[in-house]
C-alpha cells in the first residue's frame, strides 16, 4: 500500500513545518486528476503514514484529528478513502500484543467519527471494533443478524415455481397466450395482460417466460406475434438462452427426439437477434470433437468398402466379414441422440437465415452437414428462391414455363439475384457448401447449367464492357462446374438428361478448360467425400463386370449398360476400359461399337481420357527390346482413328496434342495423327500398293477413293468435314505440316541418338508418311481460298520455316494447281472462245502468271551455281507437277467403271433386296459410274493441255553452256532422288517424267546418261534408305526398268521412241544436237548390250550389299529386288548368281535376325518362279555375230559405271574435236565443255556407284583437264602425232593402277561359291560374245564404204589415240587379221586369269579404247573398295571357318591359286617387254582396250613385287559380282588347258602384232 514515502523530518517537526508539508503534499496530490487510480492510492499512502504515527504515539491525537478533518473537503470520496485506512489499521492493530497502540487506535477513529458516516464504518470495521466504539450495542447480535439477513436473501427459496402452487394464474397465463391471434390483438396487449397476472398471483418472470416459449413451440406458425413479445418481455438475453438451453438438454437422451418445432423457435430467435449464436451452441449435442470423429471414420468406412469391391476375397473372409456386420446392426439398434446442431442448421436454412447456417456448418468438417439429405434439400430450396428472379430472366429455355416459387416472408433473407454479378453475393457460396449433394436436387442443377449457359452467351457476345467482372464470373462458374456440378453428376443415378443439360454449357468452354474440368473430376474429386469413394469402387466393379462379358454378339446389350454406367462416371469407366483395351487390341472394335449409347459429354470425355492415357509418363512408348513402338501405343492409336470417326467427338484437343509432342521433339504420337487422318478421310498411306491401286491414284479424287486404296471407306464426307473444321478452327493444319517437315531430321539427329536403328528407321517413315497422308488430306478437303491463304511462298517454307524442300514443294503443289485452275478460268470467262487452241494457249497464259514468281523464289533454294546446269523453270516444273498432269489411267477408270457395272447387274439379280433399297443402290452406283466417267474426261483434258505447256517450254529447261553430264548430275541430285523416295506415286512420277522429258525431245538431255546414273549407283542409295524408302525406290528403279525393258523388248518400238532423239545421242556436246546424224545415235544392238551392263551392274550392286552383313544394306536391298521382280533379273547367270546369294542369306539369318530371314524366304520363292522367264545372255544381248572386231560393242556402246555410251561418246566426242567443226573453233568455250565432259565421264564410271554423287574428284580432274586442254589443243592444230604421247604418259600411270586392282581380283576368285562347269561354260559364252558384240558395234551405225573406212584407219595411224577411238566406233569392215589374232591373244591371256572382273563395269574385259581418267578412277575405286570389303570378309569369314572341317582344304587350293597367280604374272610382265619391242598403231588401240591382265608393260616389274605381296594378303572379297558377268563361275583345269593351247597358236599372229605394238611405241 505504501506507494508514497513521507520523510520522517515531517513528523518530527510536526508543529513547525511537518503539518503543512504533508497538508500541500496532500493536495498536490488530488488535483492530479489525469492519473485516478494513483492519486487514491498515494492518498491512501499518505494518510496509513500518518495514522501509523499517531498509533505508535509520535504524534498527537487533537493535531492529526484536526489536519484529518481539514483533509475531507479536498475529495468526495476522502471519507471513503480514510475509512478504507482504519479498516487496514483495524485488521493490524488487533492482530498485535501490545495493547497501548490498539487503544491509540481507537481513540483515533472516535475522534474522526464526526466526520465519517457511521453506514461507512459499519461497512468495513470488524464488529467488536464497532462495539467498542459504541457504534453497535453488540457484536455477537450484530453478527447473528448478518446471517440472517444472508441466508434470507441468498439461500431462502421463496416458491420451486410450480404450477400448481399457481394454478390459477398460470392457468390465466396459458389462456392469454393460447388465444386467437386473428382479431385486433397485438403483442403490447398481452404484454400488459401478463405483467398483470404476474403482479396479481405474484408469478416467477422466468417460469412465465419458459410457459411463453412453450406456446410459441406449440404455434410456431406465429413467429411475428410471439417473437414481437418476446422482445418486448425481455430482460436479459442470456437468460432466455439458458432457458433453451435446458430445453434441448432434455432431448439429450437416447431415444429421444427433439422436436422441430423447437429447432424453429431456436433458428427464430437467432434469426431477429434475440439471442446469441455462441451461447446457444454449446447448449447443442454433439459437441464438434465427436462430429469430426464420426466424419473421420464415416471415410475409413468408405474406402474399406473400396477396397473389399476390388480385392479379390477367399469364402472364409467373406463369412467373417458377415459376422462383423452383424454386430454392427446389433448395435445401430440403440438409437443415438439426435444431432442437434444439424437440426438447427436445418431450421435456419428454412428461414433464410443463410449468415448463421453458415456459421455453423463452417464449425463442421467439409460436406459433412449437406451429406444430410433434409440439410441438402433445405439448402437447394433457399437456392431455388435466389435464383428465381434471374433464372426467369436468362436461364428459362423457350416454351418452357416452370412453376412459379412463393418468396420467403423474412425480409432478411438472403437478397434475390437479379443479375448474374448478384450471384456473387450469397449463391456461388451456397452452392460451394452444397457440394456433390446437389445430386438430390436434378431440378435445381438444371437450373444452374441454364444460367450458366445464359452467362456464357453474355460473356461471348458481349466482351466489350466490363471485362474484368466478366473474367471473374467465368471462374466462379467454372469453379462451381468444377466442386458442385461434377460431383454432383457423379451421384446421380443414370441421368441422361443432366449429362446432356450439362454438356450444353460445357460445349461453350473451350476444350482447354473442359480438360481440366475432367481432369479435377477424375484425379481428385472421388477422393474428397466418402460416398463419392464408395460410387467410384461401385463403378469400376460394374466396369469390369461389362467388360468380362463383352463380345461382338452382346455388342448391343452391353452397350447398353456402358452407356447407363457413363451417364454418370465416365471418368472411372473410360479409364478402366481403356487400360483393358492396351492390353487386349482384339477388344477395339466391340468397344468402339458399344459406345453408341453414349451422350455428347461423355464422347467429349472419352476424348481426354484418351490423351491421358496416351501422355501417362508411366508407361515406355517403346518395347522392351527398343526396336518398335509399344502395342499400347499402337492400340490407343487404333481406338483413336475408329472412335473419332464414328462419333462427334471434338478433335481440337487430339491434334493439339499431337502438335506439342511434335515441339517437344517427340514423333511417337505421329501414329495417333495417322491413324485419325486414316480412318477420318479414307487416306491411306502403304508402300504395299498394287499396281492397280497406284494407277489408279494418278487419276481423279473419286478414281483414288474407288480404286486406290485398300480398305473402302465409304461416308467419310462428314468426318473428313470434322477433321478439317477442327485443324482449321484452331489454326493446326500448317503448323502440323512443318512440324513433321522438320521432324524428320529431328528424329535421325536429335531424337535418334541412343534409339535403335531400326527404331529410328520405323519413326522417320512414320514421320514421313504421316506427312504425305496430312498433306493428302488438306490438299483434298481445304478450298483454294483456305489452302492458299495458310500455305506460304516456297521460299518462305523453306528458308524462314526451315521445311525441307521435297516436303515444302509437296505442301506448295496443291496450291500451285489451285492457283493455275482459278486463273485459267479467269482468262475463260474474259475471252469467250470455245475453240480447243484458244483454251490451251490460255491454260499456258495461266501458268506462266502462276509460275513466273515462282521460278523466281526458287532461285533462292541453291546456290548460284545449281542454276549454271539446271534452269529454274525446269525445276520448278519438275516439282510442280503430279502424275495427275502427265497421264491419265484409262485402263483404271475402265476397270472401276466395269465394277460399278457387275456390282449393278449382281444388285438387279439378288432377289432378296428390297425394292427401295435396290433402287437407291443402283442410283448410287449410276450416279458414281457417271462421275468416273465425266472425271476421266477431265483429266484428258487437262494432261493435253499440261503436255502442250511442257512441250513449248522445253527448249528452255536446260542449257547449252553446261556439260550434260553435269546437267543430269544436278537433276539427279536436286530432283529425281529427292522425289523418288517421297511417296509411292512419287516414284512413278519421277520414272514417267523422265520419259517425258525424252519424248518431249528436250534439247542437251541425255537420257541414256540419265539411266546408266540411275541403275549405276543404287548401292548407296539403297544403304541410305528407311525401309519405306526402299519400297518407293524399288517402285521407281522397276518402273525406269519397264521403259528400258519396253524399248529392249522389241527393234520397233526402239527405233520408233529412241532413234533420232536427241536423248540417245552418244556425244558430250554442250551445244545443241538435231540428232540428225546417225553416226552420233545409239543403235539398237548396242543399246541392248547396255541394258546388259545395267542389268550386271544391279546385280554387282545387289550382291554388295548381301555381303556386307549389314541389317540395313540387307533389308532394303531385299524390298528394292523385291519390287523390282518384273524386270529383274532377266539374265539367267545374273539370276543364279542372286540366288546363291539371297539362300546364303536364308541359312544365315534363319536364327539371328527373323525379319531378315522371311524377307529373304520369301524373294527366293518369287525368284525361283520367275527362273523360268530368264534367258541366257546370248539371248538378252546378240553375242554370236560372223564378223569379228577387236573392240566389242557392248564395251565400245555400253556404259562404265557411268554407262557404256559415255564411255564411247567421249571418245567420239574427242575424235570428232578433232576432224570435225571443233577442231576449227580455237576458244576456250569450246575445250572447256569437251573436257567437262571427259572429266564427268571418268567420274561415273567409278564400280562403287557414286557417281551421281561425288564430283570432287571430278572437279579437280576438270581443273587439270582444262588446262591441258589448251596445250592439246595448240598442238593438235600444228603436230596432230603430239596428242597420243601426251596421252600415252597418263595411260601408263592408269595400267600401273588397274593392273594392281586386276591381281587383287584374280586372288579374290578363291572363295566364289559356284559350281565349275558352269563359270566355265559362262566364260566360254562370254568371250564368244565379246567378239559378236565388236561386230555389231562397228558394223550398224556406219556407211558400208570401205573408202570411208580406210581413211579412218589412215587417221588412226596418223593422229595417235584419238582418231583410233573414233575409228573404231564408226568402223564397219572387220579389222586386220594382226589385230584380230591379238585380240585372240588377248583372250586367252584372260582365260589363264580369273573370270572377268567388273569393277569398273566390265570395262576390265573389252578390248574398247578407254579414256585415261576413266581408267585412273576404275582403279582407284576398286583398290579402295576391295581394301574395305577384305576387312569386312575377313571377319566373315574368321567366324564362318571355325568347326568347319573344310578349311584346310580351302587353305590349300588358296595356295594353288596364288601360285598359279604368280606364274600368270611373269607370263604377262614378258608379254608386255615383248610388245614393248614393237611399234604397231593396232597396239595403241589394244593396249588401251585389253583387260586389266594385258596392261602395258610399263606397269611390269615395278608393280609386280606390290601387286604380288597385296593379292598374298588379299582373301575372299564381298563384291562378288565383279565375277558375275561371266555367269559366276570358277575358272577350272579345263580353261587352264585350253589357255595353254590359245599361247602356242599365238605366234602365228605374232608378226601382225608387232605392227599394233609399233604404232603404240611410236605414240609413247
Not at 773 to 797: C, H, M
Not at 924 to 952: F, M, S
Not at 1276 to 1302: F, I, L, M, V, Y
Not at 1529 to 1552: L, V
Request: net charge positive; with cysteine; hydrophobic share 30%.
Amino acid at each position: 500500500m505504501a506507494t508514497l514515502i513521507i520523510p520522517g523530518e515531517w513528523f518530527k517537526n510536526w508543529d513547525k513545518s511537518g503539518k503543512h508539508e504533508f497538508v500541500q503534499l496532500c493536495k498536490e496530490r488530488t488535483e492530479k486528476t489525469d492519473h485516478g487510480s494513483e492519486v487514491k492510492a498515494d492518498v491512501q499512502a499518505a494518510l496509513y503514514e500518518l495514522c501509523w504515527q499517531v498509533v505508535r504515539g509520535n504524534l498527537k491525537l487533537d493535531h492529526v484529528a484536526s489536519v484529518l478533518g481539514d483533509m475531507m473537503e479536498l475529495r468526495d470520496d476522502m471519507p471513503s478513502i480514510l475509512a478504507d485506512v482504519f479498516s487496514i489499521l483495524d485488521l493490524e492493530t488487533g492482530a498485535l500484543e501490545e495493547k497501548n497502540k490498539r487503544d491509540n487506535y481507537t481513540q483515533l477513529v472516535g475522534a474522526c467519527l464526526f466526520f465519517i458516516p457511521d453506514a461507512i464504518l459499519k461497512e468495513r470495521l470488524d464488529p467488536e471494533t464497532l462495539e467498542s466504539l459504541g457504534l453497535i450495542k453488540q457484536a455477537l447480535q450484530f453478527n447473528q443478524k448478518i446471517v440472517k439477513i444472508k441466508t434470507k436473501l441468498f439461500y431462502k427459496q421463496q416458491k420451486f415455481n410450480l404450477l400448481r402452487e399457481e394454478n390459477e394464474g398460470y392457468a390465466k397465463l396459458i389462456t392469454e397466450l393460447g388465444q386467437d391471434l386473428s382479431g385486433n390483438i397485438t403483442s403490447h396487449s398481452v404484454l400488459e395482460n401478463i405483467k398483470s397476472l404476474i403482479g396479481c398471483f405474484n408469478l416467477d418472470p422466468n417460469r412465465v417466460l419458459d410457459i411463453i416459449l412453450e406456446v410459441y413451440q406449440s404455434r410456431s406458425d406465429q413467429d411475428e406475434f410471439f417473437l414481437s413479445l418476446i422482445k418486448s418481455y425481455m430482460c436479459e438475453p442470456l437468460t432466455l438462452c439458458h432457458i433453451l438451453g435446458f430445453k434441448f438438454k432434455f432431448y439429450q437422451e437416447p431415444n429421444e427426439e427433439t422436436p422441430k418445432s423447437l429447432y424453429h423457435i431456436a433458428a427464430a430467435l437467432l434469426h431477429h437477434n434475440l439471442i446469441e449464436l455462441e451461447d446457444l451452441y454449446v447448449h447443442l449435442m454433439p459437441v464438434d470433437a465427436t462430429i469430426i470423429e464420426e466424419h473421420k471414420g464415416v471415410i475409413s468406412d468408405a474406402k474399406q468398402i473400396a477396397r473389399k469391391l476390388v480385392m479379390v476375397v477367399l469364402p472364409s473372409e467373406k463369412s467373417e466379414d458377415k459376422e462383423k456386420e452383424k454386430e454392427k446392426e446389433e448395435d445401430k439398434n440403440e438409437k443415438p441422440p439426435d444431432n442437434q446442431k444439424l437440426g438447427l442448421l436445418e431450421a435456419l436454412l428454412r428461414i433464410g437465415d443463410w449468415q448463421h447456417a453458415q456459421s455453423i456448418m463452417d464449425q463442421m468438417p467439409s460436406f459433412y452437414a449437406t451429406s444430410h439429405r433434409a440439410i441438402a434439400l433445405a439448402l437447394c430450396q433457399l437456392l431455388h428462391l435466389t435464383v428465381e428472379p434471374l433464372y426467369r430472366r436468362a436461364g428459362v429455355p423457350k416454351g418452357a414455363r416452370g412453376c412459379v416459387l412463393r418468396p420467403l416472408r423474412n425480409k432478411q433473407a438472403p437478397r434475390l439475384a437479379e443479375s448474374f454479378e448478384d450471384l456473387r453475393r450469397d449463391t456461388f457460396s451456397m452452392l460451394c457448401y452444397l457440394g456433390p449433394h446437389l445430386s438430390h436436387d436434378p431440378i435445381l442443377f438444371a437450373k444452374i447449367v441454364r444460367l450458366g449457359k445464359g452467362f456464357m452467351k453474355e460473356y461471348q457476345n458481349d466482351a466489350r464492357s466490363d471485362v474484368k467482372e466478366k473474367e471473374i464470373l467465368l471462374s466462379c462458374f467454372l469453379c462451381i462446374a468444377d466442386q458442385v456440378l461434377l460431383p454432383s453428376l457423379s451421384l446421380m443415378e443414370c441421368n441422361a438428361c443432366m449429362s446432356e443439360e450439362l454438356w450444353g454449357l460445357f460445349k461453350l468452354f473451350p476444350y482447354q478448360h473442359r480438360y481440366r474440368l475432367y481432369g479435377q473430376w477424375k484425379n481428385e474429386t472421388y477422393s474428397s467425400h466418402p460416398l463419392l469413394v464408395k460410387v467410384k469402387a461401385q463403378t469400376v466393379e460394374r466396369a469390369r463386370y461389362i467388360m468380362k462379358r463383352l463380345t461382338k454378339e452382346n455388342v448391343k446389350q452391353s452397350g447398353r449398360q456402358i452407356g447407363k454406367l457413363s451417364h454418370s462416371n465416365p471418368t472411372i469407366l473410360f479409364d478402366y476400359m481403356l487400360s483393358q483395351i492396351q492390353w487386349y487390341d482384339n477388344l477395339i472394335v466391340p468397344v468402339v461399337d458399344s459406345l453408341k449409347y453414349l451422350t455428347s459429354l461423355n464422347y467429349d470425355v472419352l476424348a481426354y481420357c484418351i490423351i491421358e492415357a496416351l501422355a501417362n509418363p508411366e508407361k515406355e512408348k517403346m518395347k522392351h527390346d527398343d526396336t518398335t513402338i509399344s502395342s499400347w501405343l499402337q492400340s490407343l492409336a487404333s481406338l483413336c482413328g475408329a472412335v473419332f470417326r464414328k462419333y462427334p467427338i471434338e478433335l481440337a484437343g487430339l491434334l493439339q496434342y499431337v502438335t506439342n509432342q511434335l515441339k517437344a521433339g517427340k514423333s511417337f504420337d505421329l501414329l495417333i495423327l495417322k491413324e485419325v487422318v486414316q480412318k477420318m478421310a479414307g487416306i491411306e498411306i502403304t508402300d504395299e500398293m498394287t499396281s492397280e491401286q497406284l494407277e489408279a491414284m494418278t487419276g481423279g479424287e473419286q478414281l483414288k477413293a474407288e480404286g486406290g486404296y485398300f480398305g473402302q471407306i465409304r461416308n467419310t464426307k462428314k468426318s473428313s468435314q470434322r477433321l478439317k473444321d477442327a485443324l482449321l478452327d484452331h489454326e493446326l493444319a500448317l503448323p502440323l505440316c512443318l512440324l513433321m517437315a522438320q521432324q524428320r531430321n529431328g528424329v535421325v539427329f536429335l531424337e535418334g541418338g541412343e534409339k535403335h536403328l531400326k527404331l529410328v528407321g520405323h519413326l522417320y517413315d512414320q514421320c514421313h508418311d504421316t506427312l504425305v497422308q496430312f498433306g493428302g488430306f488438306l490438299a483434298s478437303n481445304l478450298s483454294t481460298e483456305d489452302y492458299i491463304k495458310r500455305v506460304p511462298s516456297i521460299d518462305i517454307l523453306c528458308n524462314q520455316f526451315h521445311a525441307p524442300h521435297d516436303a515444302a514443294f509437296f505442301l506448295s503443289r496443291p496450291m500451285y494447281a489451285h492457283q493455275i485452275l482459278s486463273k485459267y478460268d479467269e482468262l475463260k470467262k474474259a475471252e469467250k472462245g470455245n475453240r480447243q487452241q484458244q483454251k490451251v494457249h490460255k491454260y499456258v497464259a495461266a501458268c506462266e502468271q502462276v509460275m513466273t514468281p515462282v521460278h523466281e523464289a526458287v532461285m533462292s533454294l541453291h546456290s548460284t551455281r545449281v542454276w549454271d546446269d539446271l534452269r529454274p523453270q525446269f525445276y520448278a516444273t519438275f516439282w510442280s507437277l503430279t502424275m495427275y498432269d502427265l497421264a491419265v489411267p484409262h485402263s483404271a477408270y475402265e476397270r472401276e467403271v466395269n465394277k460399278l457395272k457387275v456390282q449393278i447387274k449382281a444388285i438387279e439379280d439378288n432377289q432378296e433386296i428390297p425394292m427401295n433399297k435396290k433402287k437407291k443402290e443402283k442410283e448410287r452406283c449410276t450416279a458414281l459410274q457417271e462421275k468416273l466417267q465425266e472425271e476421266e474426261k477431265k483429266q484428258l483434258e487437262h494432261v493435253q493441255r499440261v503436255l502442250y505447256r511442257l512441250k513449248l517450254e522445253k527448249d528452255n529447261w536446260l542449257l547449252a553452256k553446261s556439260t550434260k553430264n553435269e546437267t543430269i548430275t544436278k537433276f539427279l541430285q536436286l530432283c529425281l532422288f529427292p522425289r523418288c523416295i517421297f511417296s509411292s506415286i512419287d516414284a512413278v512420277y519421277c520414272a514417267r517424267f523422265v520419259e517425258l522429258v525424252h519424248q518431249q525431245k528436250t534439247p542437251n538431255f541425255c537420257t541414256l546418261l540419265c539411266y546408266d546414273r540411275v541403275f549405276s549407283a543404287i548401292i548407296y542409295t539403297v544403304a541410305s534408305c528407311t525401309e519405306n524408302e526402299s519400297h518407293r525406290y524399288g517402285r521407281f528403279l522397276c518402273c525406269m526398268l519397264e521403259t528400258v525393258t519396253r524399248w529392249h523388248s522389241d527393234r520397233a518400238i526402239y527405233e520408233k521412241e529412241c532413234v533420232n532423239y536427241p536423248g540417245f545421242l552418244t556425244i558430250f556436246r554442250s551445244s545443241g544436237f538435231d540428232g540428225g546424224n546417225k553416226a552420233d545415235q545409239l543403235d539398237y544392238v548396242n543399246f541392248r548390250h547396255v541394258v546388259h551392263k545395267w542389268h550386271y551392274m544391279l546385280t554387282k550392286a545387289s550382291v554388295h550389299c548381301l555381303e556386307t552383313g549389314d541389317y540395313t544394306h540387307i533389308r532394303n536391298i531385299l524390298i528394292v529386288l523385291t519390287k523390282i521382280l518384273p524386270c529383274y533379273p532377266k539374265v539367267l547367270n545374273l539370276g543364279q548368281a542372286l540366288e546363291c546369294r539371297v539362300h546364303k542369306i536364308c541359312l544365315e539369318e534363319k536364327d539371328k535376325r527373323p525379319d531378315l530371314y522371311a524377307l529373304a524366304m520369301g524373294y527366293s520363292g518369287r525368284l525361283k518362279s520367275q527362273k523360268v522367264h530368264m534367258v541366257p545372255e546370248n539371248e538378252f544381248h546378240d553375242k554370236e555375230q560372223p564378223a569379228r572386231s577387236a573392240t566389242p560393242a557392248s564395251q565400245q556402246n555400253g556404259p562404265g559405271n557411268m554407262g557404256k555410251p559415255a564411255a564411247s561418246t567421249s571418245k567420239t566426242e574427242e575424235g570428232t574435236s578433232e576432224d570435225g567443226d571443233r577442231g576449227k573453233d580455237k576458244s576456250q568455250g569450246t575445250t572447256k565443255p569437251v573436257n567437262k565432259a571427259n572429266s564427268a565421264a571418268a567420274k561415273v564410271t567409278t564400280s562403287n556407284g557414286n557417281g551421281a554423287l561425288n564430283s570432287t574428284k571430278a572437279s579437280k580432274e576438270r581443273d587439270d583437264k582444262e588446262k591441258s586442254g589448251k596445250e592439246k589443243k595448240e598442238k593438235k592444230e600444228k603436230t596432230p602425232g603430239s596428242t597420243p604421247e601426251a596421252k600415252g604418259d597418263n595411260r601408263r600411270e592408269k595400267q600401273r593402277d588397274e593392273r594392281a586392282g586386276k591381281d587383287e581380283r584374280v586372288v579374290r576368285e578363291g572363295k566364289e561359291k559356284t559350281p565349275k562347269a558352269d563359270r566355265e561354260k559362262a566364260k566360254v559364252e562370254e568371250k564368244s560374245s565379246k567378239d559378236d558384240k565388236a561386230k555389231a558395234g562397228n558394223g550398224e551405225p556406219m556407211e558400208p564404204s570401205r573408202e570411208r573406212d580406210a581413211i579412218k584407219e589412215s587417221k588412226s595411224k596418223e593422229k595417235g589415240d584419238r582418231s583410233t577411238v573414233a575409228g573404231s566406233i564408226k568402223s564397219t569392215i572387220p579389222r586386220a587379221e594382226s589385230a584380230e589374232s591379238e585380240r585372240e591373244h588377248k583372250r586367252r591371256k584372260l582365260e589363264s586369269h580369273a573370270s572377268p572382273s567388273h569393277s569398273s563395269t566390265l570395262k576390265d574385259n573389252s578390248n574398247e579404247p578407254k579414256e585415261p581418267t576413266s581408267k585412273h578412277h576404275i582403279t582407284y575405286n576398286s583398290v579402295d573398295r576391295s581394301k574395305s570389303r577384305e576387312r569386312e570378309t575377313e571377319k566373315k569369314d574368321s567366324e564362318n571357318a571355325r568347326g568347319r572341317s573344310k578349311e584346310k582344304k580351302e587353305e590349300k587350293d588358296r595356295k594353288e591359286r596364288k601360285r598359279d597367280h604368280i606364274v600368270s604374272d611373269r607370263d604377262t610382265s614378258q608379254e608386255s617387254k615383248r610388245r614393248k619391242d614393237e611399234n604397231g598403231t593396232n597396239s595403241s588401240k589394244n593396249s588401251k582396250s585389253t583387260s586389266p591382265s594385258c596392261d602395258s608393260p610399263l606397269s611390269g616389274e615395278k608393280e609386280k613385287s606390290k601387286r604380288s605381296k597385296s593379292s598374298s594378303k588379299e582373301k575372299t572379297v564381298s563384291v562378288k559380282p565383279e565375277r558375275t558377268s561371266s555367269g559366276g563361275k570358277k575358272e577350272s583345269r579345263h580353261d587352264k588347258e585350253k589357255s595353254e593351247k590359245k599361247e602356242k597358236r599365238e605366234s602365228s599372229g605374232g608378226k601382225e602384232e608387232k605392227k599394233h605394238h609399233k604404232s603404240s611405241d611410236k605414240h609413247r
